[in-house]
């Protein structure tokens, strides 16, 4: 049995951006740690998954994510992550922050985007606790998360899901902003690097967007699981 279960959201056009997050966070976790990707259209086959196209989405995961506590049984601890991440810390160190009275934990983000697209085309949306879905750690057994069964994500609105509402605010606890450090936002660390990078305007698996932070070190991994990666 592993320590920790960890979903990672996965877009049939960003496969490789899944690989280095899994392969990255893979290489620096001490404990046992169990990856899986969260498919759409997996969730779909199996008929859990029926909400309605809906043409703000930006990746396939969009929805599917709060699928996680489902997906781990609404047993024990299990983390989230979008694809576009890399990691440089030790999933470890967050079970030190798990928290029975907390619902889920997450960085509590400020944030209000640059631009009004991302690099693939994407719209790129506004709205309050923007980003704050993107990594969490939920506790799968409470019973504010235990709300998240198939039919109420089907049914909620992505403001519903997305600004966690299904959960009081004292349920949703937070976590340093270092495991969620958005590149083109958030400021670099004086010493080190961050514990884990998320490219959320668009990575270095586009040709045109080269010039981020730790640009180097997502192809330096890109190309260890691909020698013949290019961007595309």
Known sequence: MSDLTVFIGWDSREDIAYQVARASLLEHASIDVDIRPIRLQELVDAGAYTRQVDPLASTEFTYSRFFTPYLAGYKGWALFCDCDFLFFGDVAELLDR?????????????????????????????????????????????PATAKLTPELINRESGAYLHRMQWASDEQIGAIPEEWNWLEGWSEKPNNGNPKAVHYTNGGPWFKNWQDVEYANEWLKSARAIDPDFHPV
């Open 98 to 142: 798990r928290d029975d009275s907390k619902a889920v934990l997450c960085v509590h983000h400020d944030y209000t985007p640059k631009n009004e697209t991302k690099m693939d085309g994407k719209a790129q949306t506004t709205y309050p606790r923007k980003n704050w879905s993107s990594f969490m750690l939920f506790n799968c057994a409470h």
